[in-house]
């Protein structure tokens, strides 16, 4: 629990906002629609790990961090799928929200720098996930408090991994990198959105999956 807490420190150091309290209340509002887009997210938290692990096969400690952090989504996309499945969740298509693709915007062309900018950008996305997490679980039922309690580790670990690989690449100090993805960030996480998403703003009306 220690741990855990000095990890929460460390992402609430560099998240510039906290989640909204009207965004945990369209989360319990939309369970399944979480659980749906959850479950989607982690299926793609692997993929940008597998593509950085394609894409940087020179860099060693790219292909040992990253194939973990891959095994380590696909397992929790595994075990989200597994708790849809007992409830009855449908698992249908839901749109993704603008997040992560807006993050990536802001992501130089140029090598190291596009490299750079990916892993803050994926650090980012670790952290605020990790923040969430922690933010509901105390909301869910036991089954999903238990859950999302369990992942709050290893997601804020990602987090760490991403942005120390991030320092080790940049030829640069990354501080102002981090401020830039990090203000942009917070907009995207305070601006509301029409539905609701695992990474939306704060969204006020109730979605239904499959719309």
Not at 100 to 112: Q, V
Not at 122 to 150: G, W
Request: aromatic fraction near 8%.
């Amino acid at each position: 629990m220690a741990n855990s807490a000095i990890s929460l420190d460390a992402i609430e150091e560099v998240l510039l906002c906290a989640t909204p309290d009207a965004w945990v209340e369209a989360a319990l509002d939309n369970l399944d629609v979480l659980l749906v887009d959850h479950a989607n997210c982690e299926k793609k938290a692997a993929s940008t790990a597998l593509s950085l692990i394609y894409r940087y096969t020179e860099h060693y400690i790219v292909l040992s961090k990253l194939s973990k952090l891959a095994r380590e989504e696909l397992r929790h996309f595994e075990q989200v799928i597994q708790i849809m499945k007992a409830r009855g969740v449908p698992y249908i298509h839901v749109s993704a929200c603008d997040y992560a693709g807006e993050l990536r915007k802001l992501i130089r062309h140029s090598e190291p720098y596009r490299l750079v900018d990916t892993l803050i950008a994926s650090a980012l996305i670790e952290a605020r996930s990790c923040e969430r997490f922690a933010k509901l679980s105390s909301y869910l039922d036991d089954e999903l408090q238990v859950f999302y309690n369990s992942l709050l580790k290893s997601e804020a670990r990602h987090f760490q991994d991403y942005l120390k690989l991030a320092k080790k690449f940049s030829e640069e100090d990354i501080t102002e990198r981090v401020e830039l993805f990090a203000s942009r960030e917070r907009q995207l996480i305070e601006t509301p959105c029409e539905e609701f998403r695992f990474h939306s703003g704060p969204v006020h009306s109730r979605c239904v999956v499959g719309a």
